[in-house]
C-alpha cells in the first residue's frame, strides 16, 4: 500500500481540496500535518458544494477516517463550527475523526495579537488570514502554548497565565484586548471538555493502520512557496507546507511515505502580500481572477493572478519531489489567444532559473516568458487526456519537461466529476493500484 502526500506546489489555492476528495476512495485514512483554519479547501459534486478550512476533505466521504495531526493548530470554537455546518449538511464525522492530543490551540490572544500586529504593519502587513495561526506556531516554539490535551489539565490556569504573561505587554503596547487569565482558563476547560472525545495519540494511531495495512493519504494545506523555511519568508505561513512537513507534522517517518502527488494551478496565484514575479496587473489578470473566480475561500480576499511560474514549481518539485502533478484550472485558460509561462527570472540582465532566497532580488527580478498559442475551445468537463486540444497537450508537455516530472492528473472544471485521470505507471502506484475506485468515484456523480 502507498502513503501518499497530496500538496500545493505554488502558494496555495491550487485545488488541492478537490484532488484529495476525488482520490481518497483509494485511501483509508486521510490526515492533516500543519496549519489550521487558514486553509479554504473547496470541494463540488453533485451540485453541492462544500467549505472546509479545518477537516480534511476526506471528511466527506462517510467512514473514511479523518486525523488532524500535531502538527496543526487547532481553534476548538472553529473546529465545532465546522463540524457543525457539516452536520446540518448530512456529514456525520461521529466516530471517525481524531484530533491530536499534542496539536497547539489558537487562544483569544493569538488571534487579537494577529490582527493587531497586521493593523500595525500598515503597508508592511503580511496579509496573514488573521486566524492566529503565526502567534500560534510562535508560543508553540517559545514552550508557552498549550496543546489539546493541556485544556483540561488540573494546572491550566498556571499555564494559560504564562501564556498571557508572554503576550500581554504586546498586546497592550498596540491597544488590543488583554484576555483575564482566569477567563481564558474558563474557557480552556469548556473546550477542553469538549474535545476530549476526539483526542488521540494520533501519530500512534496513523502508524498503527500503516503497520495494518491500511494506506495513508496526507493532505498538505496552503503551498511550498509559503513554507516558513523554504518559502518567500518574511511573506509566508508559519508551518512546513512542503513534504518534510509531514514526518514531523503526522509522526510518520519518511521511509513509511511512498508517493507525492504535487498540485500545480495552470496558472499562478497568491493571495496576501510578498513577491510575486510575474504578477499581472492588467486585464489578462483580471480575467484569470474573474474566469477562475479567485477570491479566498477563507477571507474572499481578491487573489493576485499571473502566468505559471516555472521557477517557483520547479523549486516546489525540488523540495517535494513530486512523481506525478495534477494541473487544475485548465479550463481557465481555454478563451485566451496566447497563453505564457514564466521560465526564468530576468534580474540585472542575468535570466536565472534557480528560486533566489533575497527578496530584493525577487522584488525586482522580471518574468522571462515563454508564449504558446492558446487553444480556444472548451476542454470544461473533458475526462480523457487524449481529448484536450493538441495546444493544450502542448502547454502541459511543457510544463512536465520544465518542472521535471509527468502530468498524472488535470482538473478541467470545478467539480469532482471534471477530472482527468491520466492511465500512468505513476499515478497508478500513487493510489496503490485502485485507480478503479478513483474512476468510480468521479464518475457516480456525475
Ligand atoms: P497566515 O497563514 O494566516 O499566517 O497567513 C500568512 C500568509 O499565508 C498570507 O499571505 C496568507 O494569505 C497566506 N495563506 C495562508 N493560508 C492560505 C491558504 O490556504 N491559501 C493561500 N494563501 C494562504
Known sequence: MTNAIVLGM???????GKIVDLICPAFDAVVRFQGGNNAGHTVKFGGRHFALHFLPSGILHPGMACVLGNGMVIHPEAFFDELHKLAESGVDAGGRLFV????????????????????ARGGGKIGTTARGIGPAYETKAARSGLRTCDLGAEDVEARVAVLRGQLAAELAELGAEVPETGELATACRYWGERLAPYLADTAVLVNRW????????FEGAQGALLDVDHGTYPYVTSSNTVAGGVATGAGVAPTRIGGVLGVVKAYTTRVGSGPFVGELEDETGDFLRRRG????TTTGRPRRCGWLDAVATRYAQLLNRADALAVTKLDVLDELDEVRVCVGYRFRGEVRRDFPAELAVL????PELRTFPGWRSPTVGVLHYEDLPQQARDFLAFVEDEVGTPVGMVSTGPRREETIVRDAPEMTRLVSGRVDRVLAHRDVSA
Open 10 to 16: 505554488q502558494w496555495g489555492d491550487e485545488g488541492k
Open 100 to 119: 491530536s492530543a499534542r496539536a497547539q490551540v489558537i487562544l483569544p490572544p493569538h488571534l487579537h495579537l494577529d490582527a493587531a500586529r497586521e493593523a
Open 210 to 217: 500503516i503497520d495494518d495495512g491500511k494506506s495513508v493519504l
Open 293 to 296: 473566480n479567485e477570491y479566498g
Open 363 to 366: 522584488e525586482q527580478a522580471q
